[in-house]
């Protein structure tokens, strides 16, 4: 097994990553936040025609047929530039779910640029976004689906998120099976804080060259260089999972194995968290009370942590899946 990714895939992030750094994504987010969501609209709109939406929907559907290393690849960038919205529930959750439901009739749709949201409680209770959303979903814990009926919003600690629950509507279907479905989504949620890490590191890095103390910069301080470079290897030391539990979800072919996968879906995920927290946690001590204004992007990429680090899982819920895991695979 390879951790590395191949040219095509790093030719994939590059033209997202570009085409995002042209996007004026800081604006797009806050104006999100405010109500105005048609640039992010549009912003979405040239995502699906680079093949985002319909990257793990089938050809045959009018998707790219690709896997859960090509999602990550794509999401990390979309998380790397706080892309609003409900990312990982458009990119990964709804196609795996109705692609298990056989409602393929409605892939089309997303693949050519729908947004899709739900609710799945326990572990998603709200769906996000789901006032601009196209299709709503409800899924419960036996594996019935049905149209979600969106109640009054609530606002997450990410200004540019939506919490709405949602009641029953028509039913879609019953039996699903959900697995891959949910770990694609925590999936894309650890692929989202890595590249939201990225940026918190890129952001206070440039700020430590730049600022100035006592005549010299404050990155050549030891404090403050020691605190990025540990930031830096978490984030280095979480890609590898990352990598291994898209391999592992695109090679996963029996019920055994399953098991497998949803342990290094849930290892990436606090992985992930976790890196993304301390770049967090890291920017607003090197760069001070500056780091908690609005008016600063840092901001946007700090409430944005916060909020994906309990969404599609919180880490007690991943630690226990990784637990339950490893137990399970003791010799009695």
């Not at 890095?205 to 005549?215: I, L, W």
């Not at 695109?250 to 301390?278: H, M, W």
């Not at 994906?308 to 899982?313: A, C, E, H, I, Q």
Request: charged share 20%; with cysteine; net charge negative.
């Amino acid at each position: 097994m390879r951790f590395v990714l191949e040219p095509e895939h790093k030719e994939l992030g590059a033209s997202i990553d570009s085409m995002l750094a042209k996007s004026d994504l800081p604006a797009v987010v806050r104006a999100w936040g405010a109500g105005d969501t048609e640039p992010g609209r549009k912003v979405w709109a040239r995502l699906a025609e680079t093949g985002v939406n319909g990257l793990v929907i089938d050809e045959d559907h009018g998707g790219f047929g690709a896997g859960a290393v090509e999602m990550i690849v794509a999401v990390e960038q979309l998380g790397r530039h706080c892309v609003p919205g409900p990312v990982a529930e458009t990119v990964a959750a709804a196609p795996a779910l109705l692609a298990a439901a056989g409602l393929t009739d409605r892939l089309e749709s997303l693949a050519e640029g729908q947004l899709a949201t739900l609710a799945w409680a326990p572990h998603v209770p709200f769906a996000v976004d789901a006032g601009v959303a196209d299709l709503t979903l409800l899924v419960d814990a036996d594996g019935a689906l049905a149209v979600g009926e969106p109640g009054a919003a609530k606002q997450s600690v990410d200004p540019a998120r939506s919490l709405f629950p949602l009641t029953a509507g028509a039913s879609l279907a019953t039996g699903v099976d959900t697995t891959r479905a949910f770990d694609l989504a925590a999936l894309a949620t650890a692929a989202q804080l890595q590249g939201l890490g990225q940026t918190m590191l890129s952001i206070s890095t440039e700020y430590a060259k730049a600022r100035k103390q006592f005549g010299r910069e404050i990155g050549s301080f030891q404090a403050i260089k020691h605190h990025l470079a540990e930031v830096a290897i978490a984030l280095e030391m979480a890609r590898p999972l990352l990598l291994g539990a898209a391999l592992a979800v695109d090679g996963v072919s029996d019920v055994e194995r399953a098991a497998d996968v949803s342990r290094d879906v849930s290892a990436a995920k606090i992985a992930c968290g976790a890196a993304a927290n301390r770049a967090a946690r890291t920017a607003l001590q090197v760069m001070g009370a500056i780091g908690y204004t609005q008016e600063h992007d840092l901001s946007l990429y700090l409430t944005r942590t916060r909020a994906l680090l309990t969404s599609w899982g919180t880490p007690a819920v991943h630690r226990a899946r990784v637990l339950a895991a490893v137990s399970a695979a003791e010799p009695a």
